[in-house]
């Protein structure tokens, strides 16, 4: 049965949830998996699949040719069928194949971590880094349909994991205070993995950001919304080479800053404030980090030229009440030094 069926523009996509043993359509014609997720393809689809390796690393033109090369290999046609399972670099690059394919074939993504189900898989940005620029080349090109099994998560590492929580977190605050209860309700249960748990906490992010990119699909208005922490967060990864802190991790540490951005402005309701920290802390996230406050600035400014524009951070003034605003600089340099 169909949980959701988003409508972004001419595209339609469904998402639905599955046990491990279904998790895998079985009328894919070209299978993309990496080195940790190829374990979930059945052995009769071998030939179809094409392993790569993992990581952001791989998140190349030369993985794309890889798949390309393996759909002419398999005599596909536009009919063909790419059908991704793994992480968010596997999604973005199999949708992304896929856009290209005969100028288009059709694509199904089966996220395996918890960043892509509640977050990559969703939406239509599909791409790969070039040139050191993340994300820099890539099409909008949804998926038919996302097929979300979250017992494929008990193979992710707790560090993955917690990662993808990050990015829970955000889509509750911006979209689902309920969700955000919950996670505090039942903290003990998502973090041993309960299906249960689990599947209401996917599913409320997936209608969250599937309701946001229904809404504004080439991020014109709130779409950006779905930017929350990330700001500081990507900062945070450049300055500390993307070595000491996970995206995800980047992502938490930005939501506590941006927080706090919000208390200095004095924008924000204190209650509110608090019990996210507090949620965060619950969860064991490092929500200081030990670096220079002006190479946190100047690492924002230089991601903002890059795409062209002024700083401008999303804050909250309550739960689910979001905004966009630029912020003085001593603003920022004061945020980051607590
Ligand atoms: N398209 C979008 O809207 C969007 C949104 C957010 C992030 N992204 C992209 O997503 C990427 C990050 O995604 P990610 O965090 O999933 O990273 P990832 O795809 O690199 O996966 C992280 C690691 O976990 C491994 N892995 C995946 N599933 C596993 C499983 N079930 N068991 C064991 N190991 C598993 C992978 O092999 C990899 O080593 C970035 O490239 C980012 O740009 C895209």
């Given at each position: 049965m169909s949980r959701y069926e988003f409508k972004f523009g001419q595209y339609t996509t469904n998402v639905n949830f599955y046990s491990l043993e279904d998790i895998?359509?079985?009328?894919?014609?070209l299978f993309v998996a990496d080195e940790n997720t190829s374990y979930l393809i059945p052995k009769e689809l071998m030939d179809k699949t094409i392993i790569l390796k993992s990581g952001?690393?791989?998140?190349?033109w030369e993985s794309i040719e890889a798949i390309l090369n393996k759909a002419i290999e398999l005599e596909l046609g536009r009919d063909g069928l790419f059908v991704g399972v793994g992480g968010g670099v596997i999604c973005d690059m199999t949708a992304f194949a896929a856009s290209l394919f005969m100028r288009g074939c059709s694509v199904t993504l089966v996220p395996t971590t918890l960043l892509a189900m509640c977050?990559?898989?969703?939406?239509g940005k599909t791409g790969i880094d070039f040139k050191n620029y993340k994300n820099l080349v890539g099409a909008f090109y949804p998926a038919t349909e996302l097929r979300i099994g979250v017992d494929t998560l008990k193979t992710l590492g707790k560090r993955e994991f917690l990662s993808g929580m990050g990015e829970v977190f955000k889509t509750a605050m911006i979209g689902d205070k309920s969700l955000l209860t919950y996670l505090k309700n039942k903290k003990d249960s998502i973090l041993a993995l309960d299906k249960e748990s689990l599947e209401y906490m996917i599913n409320s992010c997936i209608k969250v950001k599937g309701e946001i990119v229904e809404a504004d699909l080439y991020e014109r208005g709130i779409r950006a919304h779905l930017n929350l922490g990330h700001t500081f967060g990507h900062a945070l990864e450049t300055v500390t080479g993307?070595?000491?802190?996970s995206h995800g991790e980047g992502v938490v540490w930005g939501i506590a800053k941006s927080i706090e951005t919000s208390l200095l402005l004095n924008i924000i309701d204190e209650d509110y404030a608090k019990k996210v920290i507090d949620l965060l802390k619950e969860y064991k996230y490092r929500l200081k980090a030990d670096v220079d406050a002006v190479e946190i600035l100047s690492a924002m400014k230089h991601d903002k030229k890059k795409k062209g524009g002024v700083i401008r951070f999303i804050l909250q003034?309550?739960?689910?009440e979001t905004i966009i605003r630029e912020v003085p600089e001593d603003i920022i340099l004061k945020v980051v030094r607590t």
């Open positions: 895998i359509p079985g009328n894919g014609s952001e690393e791989n998140k190349t977050d990559a898989a969703l939406g993307f070595k000491d802190f003034t309550a739960p689910q």
